[in-house]
């Protein structure tokens, strides 16, 4: 049984809980506090040494970083598959991941959040602007590439979800919980509706987790 040390409002925890649900895998969920700063702590730097979530534990391996965990698990169980066979398409869809995992969410994840508030003096209006403006920036480009795309179905890539909606749909939520106006981002809602639809992304949304209450 795989083991997932993770915070239910973590973007990355949640990019790979959808994760492992679209490929059917069972889990033990271990809940990591932030708040409560679980994660610097030794039992979980035993694990992490960086103090981060998600990991993901197997027998003996022990798994950090949420892309690698994800390519690690497309690699493993490679059915059903979270990336196209054709190189070229694979290519986009990482594309479309990567600029949620490496230019908008590591702009407003927690310790950066932290940082603005703590060690620069930030005020939550302040915070919330900072937000914004890296995901609004990701999300204009995101909007673009998939309307680009005509031959997308209701997904970020074809007519089944991929590695890049696992990514999309966490940003969608930090975008709602840091007041993102999502109106100019018509495709990007409606792909967040069509995975709302699909059970691997319910069961794996912040707050039906069991830490969120």
């Known amino acids: 049984m795989l083991q997932l040390h993770n915070f239910f409002r973590s973007g990355t925890s949640h990019r790979l809980r959808i994760a492992l649900n679209l490929k059917g895998l069972p889990y033990d969920y271990v809940a990591v506090s932030l708040p409560k700063e679980e994660h610097l702590g030794a039992a979980f730097k035993a694990l992490n040494p960086q103090g981060l979530v998600p990991a993901l534990v197997d027998g003996d391996l022990v798994l950090t970083q949420s892309p690698a965990i994800i390519e ?38 927690r310790r950066v959040l932290e940082y603005l508030r703590h060690s620069l003096k930030c005020d939550e209006a302040a915070v919330l602007a900072w937000c914004g403006t890296w995901i609004a920036s990701g999300f204009d480009a995101l909007e673009s590439m998939l309307a680009a795309d005509t031959q997308r179905g209701d997904f970020c890539f074809g007519s089944g979800p991929t590695l890049a909606d696992a990514y999309l749909v966490p940003q969608v939520e930090s975008a709602r919980r840091f007041k ?6 018509p495709l990007i809602v409606a792909i ?6 699909l059970d691997a992304f319910t069961r794996a949304a912040p707050f039906v987790q069991p830490d969120a209450s």
Do not use: M, S
């Open 180 to 185: 993102v106006d999502l109106t100019p981002y």
């Open 72 to 109: 690690w698990l497309e690699e493993r169980f490679p059915e059903p598959a979270l990336l196209p066979a054709d190189p070229q398409d694979r290519a986009r869809v990482r594309a479309l991941a990567a600029v949620v995992g490496c230019d908008i969410h590591p702009l407003n994840n």
């Open 192 to 197: 967040d509706q069509a995975c709302g639809q």
